[in-house]
């Protein structure tokens, strides 16, 4: 059931990254990125249940706030500069 | 393993690929924004409880419902502020009225107004006194 999960969240980060790479636009990138990130979080959770302990869960809240604060400015940079 | 925490891990981690396959299938800045920002929220929703079901102490209940009430949180700010951010800077389809643009509009010509009336009132103002000491 782990190995389900952890498959389809590498084709959920493969998807992402495709569009990081192809995008047209910046915005889509950043947009792009956010999902990288999620999937990124959602995976340390999975291997977190896979081992039965807590002690990886902090990471995610650190991840989850950085990626935040990454996208906002990522927004306020492409409002000044352009897409 | 619990059957149940599997499925919600399952079913999240589908959920966080079917956003991926959007972002990667839709034509449009405004479609891959809805693809990407929806679906991954509530797939880490998903994968949180299963994983809080697993786990089960107290220590990881608590920090999975920080991160799941944050990301709710935080998830529509983000998304909210770049496409914001991205409008009038890539093409986007519309399918309808431009509110946006109405909106930037009418905020144009209130703050021109705002000024004008600044102008008005200290030009007004010598005029006024003078009138005051006659």
Known sequence: ???????????????????VLR??????????????????????????AKANSDITLATVLVVSLVGFVGTVALGRFVERRGG | MNVVAGIFLIVGSLLTMIGGIG??????????????????????????IGAAIEIGSGKA???????????LLTSPVATHVLARASYGQVDIELDGGDDLAQHFAEQRAEEAAAKRVEKGADQGAEPRRDQGDV
């Open chain 2, 23 to 48: 972002v990667v299938r839709f034509s449009d800045l405004m479609s891959r924004v809805h693809a990407a920002a929806k679906a991954p929220t509530l797939g880490l929703l998903l994968v949180a």
């Open chain 1, 23 to 48: 995008g047209p636009s910046i915005p889509d990138r950043v947009v792009a990125l956010d999902g990288v990130l999620s999937v990124v979080v959602s995976g340390i959770i999975v291997a977190a």
């Open chain 2, 61 to 71: 209940v608590v920090t999975l419902l920080l991160v799941v009430v944050l990301q």
């Open chain 1, 1 to 19: 059931m782990i190995v389900t999960a952890i498959v389809l969240l590498a084709v959920a980060g493969g998807c992402f990254l495709y569009r």
